[in-house]
Structure formats: structure tokens, C-alpha cells
């Protein structure tokens, strides 16, 4: 390139922009200057600039892989928008015909071409090798590079054969990116790509206008969902789900709830989900239900919310699609629902695979699941895990920073906690460690013999819960830094060791409790919207009516009950049915009233500004289902077979009458199917017993009973009690 032509100028020319974002021109200057370069630059920095550019001022043509179709092709029309000549850039995959491709190929022989995408399947076909070698390459850009590595989020082994292809094709610079990678990721794909003399450019990972939050997921899920929709209403969205089943059913969830929603997964056609993402793209839905396999590449800059159905199995896969809300610097609200069972189905998941790959699994699921638990900083801990170091211990944008946790004292624990980690030479990771504090005598302990260290049990005496938050707070604070070869193992730093010598104040702040039975009501950007007023006064009320009926307090309206009526403030027996566990017959109770005058007393006497339209609709399947439940009982079908009829196992029909009784607050008569399958007595001594709790906690009647009778059955009897009583 002349030395005239400024590239500001080419950039003003072909982009239309006067400057340049953060280190997009000393990036593009290095590929210029046929120097290998690695770039890690978060989604919205501009990563695509790097190459775009360079790759229009260059001889020759530049080949872009790239594991996305879709993002081929955006980028392909983008560039085509941009140049007067048509066929500036092509890309070239397995969703072109025979005549696509000649004409691609004819393209890149008359210089036309300046840019080739291809996916890495597509550059190891042996004919597409035969041709690149003809052509005169001006540098190859390995876009979402993480996809090298084991340790990234989504590790992709075809990416491992691109070094030897780029050698067969003809040697010419690389220029690496990627919008996630932590030390370990970055040395992977420097030493996989041969490049470990690359200049190298990091930009910082912080998205100050992102707000981070951490719910627990219970059974209100859905609901949560959908008012928070409704509370950010026409603005666009993306929810990831795991399975494609549940993206299925949250999307029609939505629908039925009046919100513009598709699904998004590889298990639709192409057609359908190239549509999709112009619906999206146009606004012509608002929210995207979608696997991880949605938004690569997807140039949406007002993304307002990103919400995690179920926790990621790696902060950095957390990062990369939380990264595209408010791409354009404006709003962006993550969310993300946490269940400490989520995380065990997750470690199921891995079962049988290599135990290398499991190790690796296991180790990005336990930061993931830190990051869900901490008390800390979002931002900081997000920031600490790339390798980058946020100098406040306050952001005021995360829901921990805005609703901080009381600190602790624990420089005495972190003193243990060294000492602990040298006494071991250093060789272990942090769920040993704290074995080794504990004085938990674990077959791997038992193994190294560990048990007989003087270290050995250091910290049994203290709060159990003390440990993660001291050891992964020490990591921030650099006492203690993860060695990047062996990842995980820690290792005292320079500071740790003067530490242990003149201690200074250290303060924690203990973990998030995720209970999987905990209901969180929340509002956007806080914790517990729950009047706590409010529900001391319900409490009351249902303590007056259990006296009066003699039934125990749930049986007047169950816990969970009470805290959304504490939290959503119904002031008519209509509002009150949107309450969960409420149906008809609980509206026609002679209590229900009182319950909704009072609220409503309460809210004119404190001026409160109530949240409605709560009534949140379930998919038409779900309702279908029950639908036939209800009707097959009515017809005094025996359960099993309706079970059998439904396809589903019997205990899943117990779940299902649960919520019709327990959840819906409908009102069944199984009293046909009892008589036929349980003894009287039985059935008398469980309803009893029932009657004289305080709760209706399953795990004390299985206590009581299970020896004799199954469980299935308790059930069954707890759900003919609750709708006696209750409903």
C-alpha cells in the first residue's frame, strides 16, 4: 500500500468510519507488514475489520475460515455492499452447487476476489487444496480461533489440521482472533498454529454498560421469564437453552404468552433458520429461544437482554454470548438462572467420554459454577478469569455490587490456606485443597498419604463455607495464581509468601446458597422483590384461619403462595388465581377473600404501585396433556394406564397431578384408583398424618412410612389430601 494513502483514509474509502476502534489499526499495520498476529478482542470490538480491511488493500487473496455458515454469509453481503466490484468476496462451503463454485473459483483466477471464507471442513477437500495452491494467498485469518483448543468453549477438532493444510497450500501470515480465551486457550492456539512469534493484541474484556446478574432456578422459571419480557417489552433478546426440546418449549411458552418469539437449533432445516435469523435481524420477533448453535456471527447491535436458561458449561462460552447484548453501548441485561442440579446433569453429561476430555469438562464447569456462587464482583471475577485485573471492588452494575454481602475477616484462613497449598509442593487444585484443610481422610489423600502432614486438618475447626470464597478471593487478589500448563493447580505467588509472613487485613464475603426448593422473586436489576411487611401479615391471617378450620397453615395456602402474594399484591380473587397453587375452588374457599382484602387495604394505606398481568400461559401442549389427565380421572380411568396411554412413566404422572393439585389448585377425585390399589388403613394413616404437619414436606411422610409402603403411593395420598383440603 502507498505510503500516502493513510489507512484512515482507506477506512473512511471502504467503511464509511473517520477512526479507528481501540487496536484495529495497529492490528491491520501488523497484518500489512506480514507479521503473525494474534488478536483477542471482545464481541462488538471489531474483530472483523482486522481482516476485512487489510485483506482489500493487499495482492492477492485472503482466506478467512471460519466455522459458521451463517457468518460467511453475512459478511460476504457486507463486503458485496461495499464494493463496486462484484465478487470482491465469496465464501466457500458445502451449501454451494457445482456452478456456485466455478464461478467462485473463476472469480478468485481473475483477481476479482480479495476475500475467500471457507469452513475448515471445506479448506481440507482435496480439491480445494489442488486449487488454493494456484492462487496467490495474501494471509490466512483464523476467526473464533478458540475453536483449537481443548480448553476453549467450543473446541472443534477439524480447527487441529489447519496448521498442516496452510503448510500443503503455500506459507503466507496468519492473523488469529478470537473474542474468548484465557491464558491457557491463548498459549493452545499460539503453539497449534505455529505462531508463537505473534505480535500480540489483547483488548480489555470489560463491558461497562453489560449488567450481570445470577437467579436460582426453581419451578416459577417460565414465569420469571416472561414478566421480565413483559417488563422489557418490543426490546430484542436472546435465550440459550441446552436441549433443543426445551428451546421448542420455551418458544411456544412465549408465543402463548403474546411475545414475538422463535426457536433456533441445528435440528431445524437451513431455510428455517436462515428465516429466522432475518425475523430477528428485520424485528420481526423480538426474542430468540436458541443453543449455544445462535448468534456467532449474527451483526445485531441492539440486543437488549441475554438470558441463560441453564448455566453454560464454560465462562467462556458465558462471556462470548453474553457479549452480544448492547453491542452498540447501550443497554445490555445478562441473566442467568443457576441450579446446583443443572450443574450435576452437566457432569453426567460426560460420562463415558475420554477422561482427559472429561477433566477438562469438569474443571471449566467447577469456574462456571464459581462464578454463579460468589458474593464478589461479577465484573471482577469475569475479568480475573480472562488473565485481566479490574481495579474497583465495586462496579454498581451487577446485582452482587448493588446488593453487596456482609465481609468477613479471614486473613487467619488465608494464612491456613497458603501454607496448606505449600505444604503439598503445590501440585493440587482446589477442591483438594480443601479436603486437606478439612482434614477429610479422601481415598486421593489416603493415596499421597497426605493425612500425616502437619497441615493436615489445619482448618477443620473453622466454617466450612469459608473455604472456595478465601481460596478463589486470593486468586484475585494474586496471593495465589493458577498454573497455565497443568490448569488448575495452584500456586503461591511472591505476594502469598510475604502474606504469610506479615498478614494484613483480608476480607470475604461468603457464597450464594442455591437451594433447588428456594423461590427468589425478582425485579429487574435486584434480588427479593418479596414484602416482607406484607407477608408477616398473610402469615398471620393463615395462622387465624388454621385455627378456625382446624387444618394445618399450608392447607389454607401453601408457602409459595403466600410469598407471591406478598410479591405481587393480588387485590381480587380474579388476580388471586394467577397465583401459583390457587384454582377455582381455592378462590371459593371463605377465607380468600379476606386474604385479597387485606392485600389491598395494605396497598392503598402504603401507596403501592403493583405489578399485574401475571396470568402467565402454559404451552398448548402441556395444557393438552393435563387437559386428558383430567378428563381420563373424571372417566375413573385406572392411573397406570393413563400413564401408559400418555407415554410417559407413572412417577411422571405423579408430577403431573402434582402441579394440577399442588400448583394449579385443582381439585381431583382419585379415591376410585386408591381403593382399588391401597389398603384403607394405609391410606387413613397417611391422610393423618398429613393433617397433623405442619408442612407438606414429602421427605418426612417417606420417613415415617416408606418401610411399609411405597412411596408412589404417599404421593398419591398426599395429592388426594391436598385436594380434600386445599382445593
Not at 479490574?390 to 455490587?401: G, H, I, L, R
Not at 503439598?424 to 489423600?445: C, S, W
Not at 498419604?449 to 475447626?461: A, P, T, V
Not at 389448585?665 to 388403613?681: A, C, Q, R, T, V
Request: charged share 30%.
Amino acid at each position: 500500500m502507498a505510503k500516502t494513502k493513510t489507512l484512515t483514509e482507506a477506512l473512511k474509502k471502504y467503511f464509511g468510519f473517520d477512526t479507528f476502534k481501540g487496536d484495529q489499526e495497529a492490528i491491520i499495520q501488523s497484518v500489512l507488514d506480514g507479521k503473525n498476529t494474534f488478536v483477542l478482542m471482545p464481541t462488538g470490538g471489531g474483530k472483523s475489520l482486522c481482516y476485512q480491511l487489510p485483506s482489500l488493500l493487499m495482492d492477492g487473496v485472503a482466506i478467512v475460515i471460519s466455522p459458521l455458515i451463517a457468518l460467511m454469509k453475512n459478511q460476504v453481503d457486507f463486503i458485496s455492499h461495499l464494493s463496486e466490484q462484484e465478487g470482491t468476496a465469496h465464501f466457500l462451503n458445502s451449501s454451494l452447487n457445482k456452478t456456485a463454485i466455478d464461478q467462485v473459483k473463476k472469480d478468485i483466477m481473475e483477481g476479482r476476489t480479495k476475500l475467500l471464507y471457507v469452513a475448515p471442513e471445506s479448506l481440507t477437500k482435496d480439491e480445494n487444496v489442488e486449487f488454493l495452491r494456484t492462487v496467490k494467498i495474501s494471509f490466512y485469518a483464523i476467526d473464533e480461533a478458540h475453536c483449537i483448543s481443548e480448553w476453549g468453549h467450543d473446541f472443534r477438532p477439524e480447527y487441529r489440521r489447519i496448521r498442516p493444510i496452510i503448510n500443503e497450500i503455500g506459507e503466507a501470515p496468519i492473523i488469529a482472533l478470537t473474542a474468548t480465551a484465557t491464558d491457557k486457550v491463548r498459549t493452545d492456539i499460539k503453539k497449534n498454529l505455529g505462531i508463537l512469534d505473534a505480535v500480540e493484541f489483547k483488548s480489555s474484556f470489560n463491558r461497562p454498560n453489560l449488567y450481570y446478574e445470577v437467579r436460582p432456578k426453581t419451578r416459577e422459571i417460565d414465569k420469571d421469564i416472561v414478566r421480565f419480557i413483559k417488563q422489557h417489552e418490543g426490546k430484542s433478546g436472546i435465550i440459550y437453552c441446552l436441549s433443543r426440546k426445551k428451546v421448542e418449549d420455551l418458544a411456544e411458552v412465549l408465543r402463548a404468552n403474546d411475545i414475538k418469539a422463535a426457536a433456533y437449533h441445528a435440528g431445524l432445516e437451513t431455510n428455517k433458520r436462515s428465516e429466522t435469523q432475518d425475523d430477528f435481524i428485520m424485528e420481526r420477533i423480538d426474542v430468540i429461544v436458541a443453543t449455544i448453535a445462535f448468534g456467532m456471527g449474527i451483526d445485531k447491535p441492539d440486543v437488549r437482554f441475554v438470558i441463560h436458561y441453564d448455566i453454560p458449561k464454560s465462562l467462556e462460552g458465558y462471556y462470548q454470548e453474553t457479549g452480544r447484548a448492547g453491542r452498540d453501548g447501550g443497554e445490555g441485561i445478562c441473566l442467568a438462572f443457576y441450579s446446583y442440579k443443572d450443574l450435576q446433569k452437566l457432569d453426567k453429561f460426560m460420562e463415558g467420554k475420554p477422561v482427559a476430555e472429561q477433566d477438562i469438562g469438569r474443571q471449566l464447569l467447577q469456574e462456571t459454577a464459581a462464578y454463579a456462587e460468589t458474593s464478589l464482583c461479577r465484573r471482577k471475577m469475569l475479568l480475573h478469569y480472562f488473565g485481566e485485573e479490574y481495579p474497583k471492588d465495586n462496579c454498581e452494575n451487577c446485582d452482587n455490587c448493588l446488593h453487596p454481602s456482609e465481609r468477613v475477616e479471614a486473613s487467619k484462613q488465608l494464612v491456613t490456606a497458603l501454607k496448606a497449598i505449600l505444604s503439598i509442593k503445590e501440585n493440587f487444585r482446589t477442591d483438594y485443597v480443601i479436603d486437606f484443610i478439612m482434614g477429610r481422610e479422601t481415598d486421593e489423600i489416603l493415596a499421597h498419604k497426605h493425612q500425616d502432614f502437619e497441615e493436615f486438618g489445619s482448618g477443620e475447626d473453622d466454617n466450612p463455607k469459608i473455604w472456595n470464597p478465601v481460596i478463589r478471593q486470593a486468586l484475585i487478589a494474586g496471593y495465589l495464581k493458577k498454573e497455565v500448563e497443568n490448569y488448575g493447580l495452584l500456586k503461591v505467588t511472591a505476594a502469598g509468601k510475604r502474606f504469610i509472613k506479615h498478614p494484613t487485613t483480608f476480607m470475604v464475603a461468603e457464597d450464594h446458597e442455591f437451594s433447588d426448593d428456594i423461590d427468589l422473586n425478582t425485579a429487574e436489576g435486584g434480588t427479593s422483590a418479596l414484602d416482607p411487611t406484607l407477608s408477616a401479615m398473610l402469615l398471620d391471617l393463615r395462622r387465624k384461619w388454621s385455627r378456625k378450620l382446624d387444618r394445618p397453615p399450608y392447607v389454607i395456602f401453601q408457602d409459595v403462595s403466600v410469598e407471591q402474594m406478598a410479591t405481587y399484591y393480588p387485590v381480587s380473587l380474579e388476580e388471586l388465581k394467577n397465583i401459583q397453587g390457587v384454582g377455582d375452588g381455592k378462590t371459593r374457599q371463605p377465607y380468600a377473600k379476606e386474604f385479597v382484602d387485606l392485600i389491598k387495604k395494605y396497598c392503598e394505606e402504603n401507596d403501592i404501585e403493583r405489578q399485574t398481568d401475571m396470568r402467565i400461559r402454559t404451552k398448548a401442549k402441556d395444557s393438552m396433556r393435563k387437559l386428558k389427565i383430567l378428563q381420563n380421572i373424571d372417566r375413573r380411568i385406572a392411573l397406570d394406564d393413563i400413564a401408559n396411554a400418555l407415554g410417559i412413566d407413572f412417577d411422571e404422572l405423579l408430577d403431573e397431578l402434582e402441579g394440577i393439585v399442588l400448583y394449579s389448585g385443582n381439585k381431583i377425585n382419585i379415591d376410585y384408583f386408591l381403593d382399588e390399589i391401597m389398603d384403607p388403613d394405609d391410606v387413613s394413616d397417611i391422610y393423618e398424618f398429613f393433617r397433623e404437619q405442619e408442612t407438606d414436606d414429602l421427605e418426612a411422610a417417606y420417613e415415617e412410612f416408606s418401610a411399609d409402603i411405597p412411596e408412589a403411593e404417599i404421593r398419591l395420598v398426599r395429592i388426594k389430601f391436598i385436594s380434600d383440603m386445599a382445593n
